[in-house]
Nanobody, 121 residues
Framework: QVQVVESGGGSVQAGGSLTISCAVSGYTYCRHDLSWYRQAPEKEREFVSRIDLRGTTMYADGVKDRFITSRDNAKNTMYLQMSSLKPEDTAMYFC???????????????WGQGTQVTVSS
């Protein structure tokens, strides 16, 4: 059973910082990568960042100079350190784990329920 749980969201003023977390359980010994997405009200869900098992990262253009994604494989947890936050960063932030499949491993995407980040001006 795969579980994905985000935490750490909250309210912050523009220019501030916040770190959110994503804890994953189930089949974490299988090959996978972890991603952050976000969805603002009345907008489509958009990609924020991704990190693979080796720690290689990828970022959306709008966040790459302000956000840092990291992971602690021993804790099966991914983090998103957000700085210089802007009101347009306000959204529900979702974590996704993608499995590549393989022997006795799942294939596909599993999502968490999200954690709300609100940035006030």
């Amino acid at each position: 059973q795969v579980q994905v749980v985000e935490s750490g969201g909250g309210s912050v003023q523009a220019g501030g910082s916040l770190t959110i977390s994503c804890a994953v359980s189930g089949y974490t010994y299988c090959r996978h990568d972890l991603s952050w997405y976000r969805q603002a009200p009345e907008k489509e869900r958009e990609f924020v960042s991704r990190i693979d098992l080796r720690g290689t990262t990828m970022y959306a253009d709008g966040v790459k100079d302000r956000f840092i994604t990291s992971r602690d494989n021993a804790k099966n947890t991914m983090y998103l350190q957000m700085s210089s936050l802007k009101p347009e960063d306000t959204a529900m932030y979702f974590c996704k784990i993608r499995f590549d499949g393989g022997q006795q491993c799942p294939r596909g995407d599993y999502w968490g329920q999200g954690t709300q980040v609100t940035v006030s001006s």
